[in-house]
């Protein structure tokens, strides 16, 4: 399984080139899964759902399933989450988009919008293989890539991972 992620600052466009990438690598053939950090506490269940009352009696794992798709909900209970431990809870594809966890150590593409004001991420961030960018980036050490062009970002990651080219059509 092949990694890449996507870091930067909120507002920068992660979501947004993650989006324009996943069908890009999966016309490529790829098997594609995401992992998404969020920052603060979130839930995927609502008040009055069954799922929601098993976990507020106690519950430590909800597993919901339909015809169509399941979903496991697991309480941390305040024990911050293994980055590396999220990867055994996926099944075996080709590529794992990761949105986030900027400090994780794993490749990843920053996401850089000067506009933000907010300070690169890669003078100090060994991990970032390339920057996306809506500007030019004087004094950047690795790969600028243009964030309009998620095309040629997928292709150069691709490059980078070493996952096989496009499959030619008849």
């Known amino acids: 399984m092949k990694v890449l992620g996507l870091a930067g600052w ?10 324009a990438l996943l069908p890009l690598f999966r016309a490529r053939g790829l098997t594609v899964s995401t992992i998404k950090h969020a920052h ?16 507020a009696a106690g519950a430590h794992e909800v597993l919901v399933a339909s015809e169509t798709r399941w979903a496991l909900l697991h309480e941390n209970a305040g024990e911050a989450m293994d980055f590396a431990d999220l990867f055994t809870h996926l099944s ?8 986030g966890f900027k400090r994780a150590p794993y490749p990843k593409i920053e996401v850089f919008r000067p506009a933000l004001g907010k300070p690169p991420l890669w003078p100090e961030e060994p991990d970032i293989v390339a920057v996306a960018s809506d500007a030019a980036l004087p004094g950047c050490d690795r790969p600028l890539l243009a964030l309009d062009a998620p095309g040629t970002i997928a292709h150069w990651a691709a490059q980078h991972l070493g996952l096989p080219a496009p499959a030619q059509s008849a």
């Not at 603060?40 to 976990?55: A, T, Y």
């Not at 075996?92 to 949105?99: G, I, K, T, Y």
């Open 10 to 19: 909120s507002g920068s466009g992660k979501t947004t080139l993650l989006l």
């Open 40 to 55: 603060h506490g979130f839930d995927l269940d609502r008040p009055g759902k069954d799922s929601f009352r098993h976990r």
């Open 92 to 99: 075996p594809v080709d590529l794992v988009l990761v949105e």
